[in-house]
């Protein structure tokens, strides 16, 4: 009879270590992809295009969670050189927009935007980069998948070479599976300047971007990126600046950014950007949006040690993660 109970209660305590063992979240990679080009100006208008996505991905290459957005950030200016865009309003990304955006009457689902790209996020989570890599796609370059054209008509290579891009980049930063993953981003035209006689214009958009994870209200990893995409023209509205080149954001240039040279603690912008994720790692949302901040500048010693430039779109992309 104590062999039996013996034998009863072993089994309960293996039934409930494969219970522990099966509730304990798996560790995945959060990866960012960060295009931005220029292609698109022309005399009289500068446009710069920010694709932005954001993933988690387990060690089997299995997407776990996908974010897509797109940002437009357009200065305009006229014959004389003159600003015609109000600088001084941020850029709203497609996602924020929402209807806004004016997709919808024109789409043969009557879906906006930002819910295909939302359907196409979903229809990549279950699957890896090299079932994507060989979905199906017509001679527009639209799926032929009969349930992702149900929800997303778009083209696949608008939304697929970011994902794809973004998985490869992905790294163990503190994310689990069932994290809820967060992209976005804030940009500003108000480095933007009219030409003047002797000193050629500018169109200047600043966007900052975070890809950010979440068990609740905790933030479980973060990577935060940035980008200045520079038009310039002359006092005739003509543009002078290579639009043909893909403009790199900071992380991408890394030292080439050039900012170690003049930092009192010796580091780049890449490395105080992380500095600053390492820091947010860990606490809520709350905890970084309410931190005290001295003309945008942290006042936290043990952020200091890491980050000493200004905080403030970084913060902001915290509070937009908590809407």
Same mark, same amino acid.
């Given at each position: 009879?104590?062999?039996?109970?013996?034998?009863?209660?072993?089994?309960?305590?293996?039934?409930?270590?494969?219970?522990?063992?099966?509730?304990?979240?798996?560790?995945?990679?959060?990866?960012?992809?960060?295009?931005?080009?220029?292609?698109?100006?022309?005399?009289?208008?500068?446009?710069?295009?920010?694709?932005?996505?954001?993933?988690?991905?387990?060690?089997?290459?299995?997407?776990?969670?996908?974010?897509?957005?797109?940002?437009?950030?357009?200065?305009?200016?006229?014959?004389?050189?003159?600003? &015609?865009?109000?600088?001084?309003?941020?850029?709203?990304?497609?996602?924020?927009?929402?209807?806004?955006?004016?997709?919808?009457?024109?789409?043969?689902?009557?879906?906006?935007?930002?819910?295909?790209?939302?359907?196409?996020?979903?229809?990549?989570?279950?699957?890896?980069?090299?079932?994507? &890599?060989?979905?199906?796609?017509?001679?527009?370059?639209?799926?032929?998948?009969?349930?992702?054209?149900?929800?997303?008509?778009?083209?696949?290579?608008?939304?697929?070479?970011?994902?794809?891009?973004?998985?490869?980049?992905?790294?163990?930063?503190?994310?689990?599976?069932?994290?809820?993953?967060?992209?976005?981003?804030?940009?500003?035209?108000?480095?933007?300047?009219?030409?003047?006689?002797?000193?050629?214009?500018?169109?200047?958009?600043?966007?900052?971007?975070?890809?950010?994870?979440?068990?609740?209200?905790?933030?479980?990893?973060?990577?935060?990126?940035?980008?200045?995409?520079?038009?310039?023209?002359?006092?005739?509205?003509?543009?002078?600046?290579?639009?043909?080149?893909?403009?790199?954001?900071?992380?991408?240039?890394?030292?080439?950014?050039?900012?170690?040279?003049?930092?009192?603690?010796?580091?780049?912008?890449?490395?105080?950007?992380?500095?600053?994720?390492?820091?947010?790692?860990?606490?809520?949302?709350?905890?970084?949006?309410?931190?005290?901040?001295?003309?945008?500048?942290?006042?936290?010693?043990?952020?200091?040690?890491?980050?000493?430039?200004?905080?403030?779109?970084?913060?902001?992309?915290?509070?937009?993660?908590?809407?």
């Amino acid at each position: 009879m104590r062999k039996v109970i013996s034998l009863v209660l072993a089994l309960v305590l293996c039934l409930g270590c494969v219970s522990v063992m099966a509730d304990e979240a798996v560790n995945v990679k959060t990866g960012l992809s960060y295009v931005i080009d220029l292609s698109s100006s022309k005399d009289g208008k500068a446009q710069a295009n920010f694709v932005l996505t954001a993933v988690t991905v387990d060690d089997n290459g299995v997407i776990d969670a996908v974010a897509i957005d797109y940002v437009q950030a357009k200065v305009s200016f006229d014959e004389t050189g003159k600003l &015609t865009t109000d600088k001084s309003v941020a850029v709203q990304s497609k996602n924020e927009l929402g209807d806004g955006y004016g997709m919808r009457p024109a789409s043969s689902i009557s879906a906006e935007w930002n819910e295909q790209a939302a359907a196409f996020a979903a229809y990549c989570v279950g699957k890896t980069a090299e079932e994507l &890599t060989n979905m199906g796609v017509d001679e527009n370059g639209k799926a032929t998948d009969a349930d992702l054209i149900a929800s997303c008509t778009l083209a696949v290579n608008e939304f697929l070479p970011g994902v794809l891009d973004a998985v490869a980049k992905a790294e163990h930063i503190g994310a689990k599976k069932g994290d809820v993953l967060k992209l976005t981003q804030v940009t500003s035209l108000a480095k933007s300047k009219d030409a003047a006689e002797g000193a050629e214009g500018q169109a200047h958009a600043y966007n900052h971007v975070a890809a950010i994870t979440l068990n609740g209200e905790t933030i479980t990893s973060c990577i935060i990126d940035a980008a200045q995409a520079v038009v310039k023209f002359d006092a005739t509205g003509k543009i002078t600046s290579d639009i043909a080149t893909p403009v790199q954001s900071k992380n991408v240039l890394k030292e080439g950014y050039g900012m170690k040279a003049i930092s009192p603690i010796g580091k780049e912008w890449y490395e105080q950007a992380a500095g600053f994720c390492a820091y947010a790692t860990g606490k809520t949302l709350a905890e970084i949006t309410g931190m005290e901040l001295d003309g945008g500048y942290a006042t936290g010693t043990d952020l200091v040690a890491t980050c000493t430039i200004s905080v403030t779109e970084m913060v902001e992309l915290f509070a937009k993660a908590a809407n």
